[in-house]
């Protein structure tokens, strides 16, 4: 069975710092690039950043600078390392596999996890 599952996710004051988790079963993950996305509350699903299968990241606007992503080719996994946090950073981040192109769109991606709640708050 093909799944992603996301952790990582929580309450962080602005200016903090959360490491996102992408545990890939089911399937070899090393295969795909890993997107990363965000829904805010009462918005459509964003892209935030993806890596293509060979290690390459593509970052929007809204993160770059302030977001890594990662993959674990062994470990069949990924991470969106997420620092100096803002309140317009919350909502529910999932990752995804599929194709990470220089203009990455949600329909790019195939595989979805189930989302992971982050709530940047003081």
């Known amino acids: 069975q093909v799944q992603l599952v996301e952790s990582g996710g929580g309450l962080v004051q602005p200016g903090g710092s959360l490491r996102l988790s992408c545990a890939a079963s089911?399937?070899?993950?090393?295969?795909?690039?890993i997107g990363w996305f965000r829904q805010a509350p009462g918005k459509e699903r964003e892209v935030l950043t993806c890596i293509t299968d060979d290690g390459n990241p593509i970052y929007l606007d809204s993160v770059k600078g302030r977001f890594t992503i990662s993959r674990d080719y062994f470990g069949n996994a990924g991470y969106l390392q997420m620092n100096s946090l803002k309140p317009d950073d919350t909502g529910v981040y999932y990752c995804a596999a599929g194709d990470c192109y220089t203009d990455p769109r949600p329909t790019d991606f195939r595989a979805w996890g189930k989302g992971t709640q982050v709530t940047v708050s003081s």
């Open positions: 089911g399937f070899s993950l090393k295969r795909y690039a």
